[in-house]
């Protein structure tokens, strides 16, 4: 049997509000050759398995004997998947176009991930246009032709803002396997692996094709734990991290650039005082602090 070039696994947790329209958009537009597969972590609520029973001649349902949490659930996923690529969708976006095409030519086994468009959709659908995606789409490296992008440029860009789309992303199966996602991140895993991607000079591709809605709610997991300062701690511990890094790869700008963090601390200010008009005042203070001190600080210690 040919092995797939690419494969879809959607980790799901708890009640899964948006995953019908998940697996609806992903039958629709994927190929019927590309698997895909709905990898369950136990929880004590669930109608994850229910909804996968809609699609049980297309979709393969697996459920967790533990509970992994969300990297762990994420390497699974790797470890799930039979094919070439595998791409991690939420079980609360859409797929909208098929990839598989355009991986079957990539054959450099240092090619890491592949990169594509996403546009943002509300709980209803809608396509929106928050502060944050307009200040991704300006930091986004303006690339018009399907190519590996600069390893210097991809740092540099990475390091003024996230401005990938994390569930947006095929990887390398192969790779993943090997380098893991790291269980001490929570939101901030992709900007931890790109950095570690770039540190052993593996390759990212970019296509130029919108592949993927990406849903922003209250509910979701990156939502809920923005409301918490442990999002900005875990950010600057990459950028730390992404410090390293350029000093060892002697880039210097990239080093500034690190060290900086300028978009993550803005958004910490910005974060901060919002929950003084909240009155949260200690959370507002915390936070304040952690985003005007130093990477070097003791609470960023490894």
Excluded at 39 to 55: G, H, R
Excluded at 118 to 144: A, C, H, T, Y
Excluded at 273 to 299: A, D, N, P, Y
Aim: proline content about 4%.
């Amino acid at each position: 049997m040919n092995q797939p070039i690419l494969q879809v696994v959607i980790p799901a947790y708890g009640e899964s509000p948006y995953l019908y329209e998940t697996l609806k958009s992903a039958t629709k537009n994927l190929s019927p050759t590309t698997p895909i597969t709905v990898l369950e972590d136990p929880s004590a609520s669930t109608n994850v398995e229910q909804i996968v029973k809609k699609f049980e001649n297309r979709v393969e349902y697996q459920l967790n004997p533990t509970r992994l949490g969300i990297a762990g659930n994420f390497n699974k996923a790797m470890e799930v998947s039979q094919a070439k690529f595998t791409l991690l969708c939420g079980s609360d976006d859409l797929i909208l176009s098929d990839l598989s095409n355009e991986l079957i030519s990539l054959t450099d086994r240092k090619i890491a991930a592949v990169t594509s468009n996403s546009k943002v959709i509300d709980q209803k659908g809608s396509e929106i246009r928050p502060l944050p995606d307009l200040v991704k789409n300006f930091i986004k490296p303006k690339i018009k032709k399907a190519q590996i992008i600069n390893n210097r440029k991809f740092f540099n860009r990475l390091m003024l803002g996230d401005w990938l789309y994390f569930p947006a992303i095929a990887w390398n199966t192969e790779v993943l396997r090997k380098e893991k996602f790291s269980e001490a991140f929570h939101t901030a895993m992709d900007l931890d692996i790109f950095v570690r991607l770039i540190e052993k000079n593996y390759s990212i591709f970019y296509i130029p094709i919108t592949t993927f809605a990406y849903r922003r709610h209250a509910e979701s997991a990156s939502s809920l734990y923005a409301y918490e300062t442990g999002r900005f701690i875990e950010e600057l511990k990459c950028h730390k991290n992404a410090l390293k890094v350029a000093k060892n790869i002697g880039w210097n700008n990239s080093k500034f650039l690190a060290h900086l963090a300028l978009t993550i601390r803005l958004h910490g200010i910005i974060k901060a005082l919002s929950w003084f008009v909240r009155l949260r005042i200690k959370s507002g203070w915390e936070l304040m602090v952690i985003s005007l001190t130093r990477l070097t600080s003791q609470r960023l210690k490894n």
